[in-house]
């Protein structure tokens, strides 16, 4: 049975604070792994990570991928209120067996 | 925007009846997802088909159903209603498996 765990469950920290959120799995067939912001409605994308080691970034997001440990992590520097969000990673798994299952996310809020 | 259109965007209903929502992918994208989240829960995966096929079925009720059609839309139809369906239902897209989802805004179901 695929395994997602996502932590902290929840992070409360102040405007320009830096944080990090993890993202462990446990899946068969392992292709990548994408992380998701949720504000009020629906996910939007902000990172696929495919290999080990390569940082990705976007403005003070970045994300990492270890495919030997099976962890993610995103980090976010000098957070703002608008980084106040819900935050899922989910793994992707190679084509034939499609179960895309995203983590129970990290409730991040911001405190101004 | 992300292209991926889900209708209805609210539904109210009773106990015991039947709904359907419908989700139009985004242009060229041949996979369709299915998203239950409820009050403060995750995103619980129910049902992947990709280019008509279904692909992969998460713990999805026996009372739902789902498929998608020739022009790649996808209908996921809800039966039986009861009090606990009351949710969001998103549904997302994506070119295949290889590449980021795109969700829709979500159809908010509530039973009463």
């Known amino acids: 049975e695929d395994k997602v765990v996502q932590s902290p469950l929840s992070l409360v920290v102040h405007e320009g604070d830096t944080v990090t959120l993890n993202c462990s799995y446990e899946v068969t067939n392992f292709r990548s792994l994408l992380w998701y912001k949720q504000e009020k409605k629906a996910p939007t994308f902000l990172f696929m990570l495919?290999?080990?080691?390569i940082e990705k970034k976007s403005g003070r997001l970045s994300s990492i991928l270890d495919k030997k440990e099976l962890f993610s992590i995103l980090n976010i520097t000098a957070t703002q209120t608008g980084d106040s969000a819900v935050y899922l990673c989910?793994?992707?798994?190679?084509?034939?067996?499609?179960?895309?299952?995203f983590g129970t996310g990290t409730r991040l809020t911001i405190i101004p | 925007d992300s292209g991926v259109t889900q209708t209805p965007k609210h539904l109210i209903t009773a106990t015991g009846q039947r709904v359907t929502l419908r989700c139009s992918p985004r242009s060229g994208d041949l996979s369709v997802y299915w998203y239950q989240q409820s009050l403060d829960q995750g995103l619980q995966f129910l049902i992947h088909y990709y280019n008509g096929e279904e692909r992969a079925k998460g713990n999805i009720l026996e009372r739902f159903s789902a498929q998608q059609f020739p022009d790649l839309h996808s209908e996921l139809n809800l039966s039986s209603l009861e009090l606990g369906d009351s949710a969001l239902y998103f549904c997302?897209?994506?070119?295949?498996?290889?590449?980021?989802?795109?969700f829709g805004e979500g159809s908010r179901l509530t039973v009463l």
């Open positions: 997302a897209s994506s070119v295949g498996n290889a590449g980021e989802l795109f």
């Open positions: 989910a793994p992707r798994k190679d084509f034939g067996n499609e179960k895309l299952t």
């Open positions: 495919t290999s080990s080691g």
